[in-house]
Nanobody, 126 residues
Framework: QVEVQESGGGLLQAGGSLRLSCTVSGHIFRNYVMGWFRQAPGKEREFVAAIGLSGSSTRLADSVKGRFTISRDGVKKTVALQMDSLEPEDTAVYYC???????????????????WGQGTQVTVSL
């Protein structure tokens, strides 16, 4: 049983920074491509960032490029999403997700991911 747990959400003003963390337990962390997604009220869940098995490859949504960074720690089994220059449009519930694979290939579709956390709320005010 794989468990995914996010932490670090909160309320802050535009222009601020926040770091989300995701912990994965129950299986071999190095076999999982990790992703962050978000869902705003009334909208579909959308891709934010993903990182490959080794951590050497990453991908970011166009809307967050230059502002967000994703990283992983194989020892701690954690994935972090550093969010800078936050905007009100970034307000959403942020989800961490894990995709089991033996191929170091990043995918960005929601359906491709096997395990999900419960989400953490990020609210950015003007």
């Amino acid at each position: 049983q794989v468990e995914v747990q996010e932490s670090g959400g909160g309320l802050l003003q535009a222009g601020g920074s926040l770091r989300l963390s995701c912990t994965v337990s129950g299986h071999i962390f190095r076999n999982y491509v990790m992703g962050w997604f978000r869902q705003a009220p009334g909208k579909e869940r959308e891709f934010v960032a993903a990182i490959g098995l080794s951590g050497s490859s990453t991908r970011l949504a166009d809307s967050v490029k230059g502002r967000f960074t994703i990283s992983r720690d194989g020892v701690k089994k954690t994935v972090a999403l550093q969010m800078d220059s936050l905007e009100p449009e970034d307000t959403a519930v942020y989800y961490c997700a894990a995709r089991f694979t033996l191929i170091d290939q990043i995918v960005i579709t929601v359906k491709a991911y096997d395990y999900w956390g419960q989400g953490t709320q990020v609210t950015v005010s003007l």
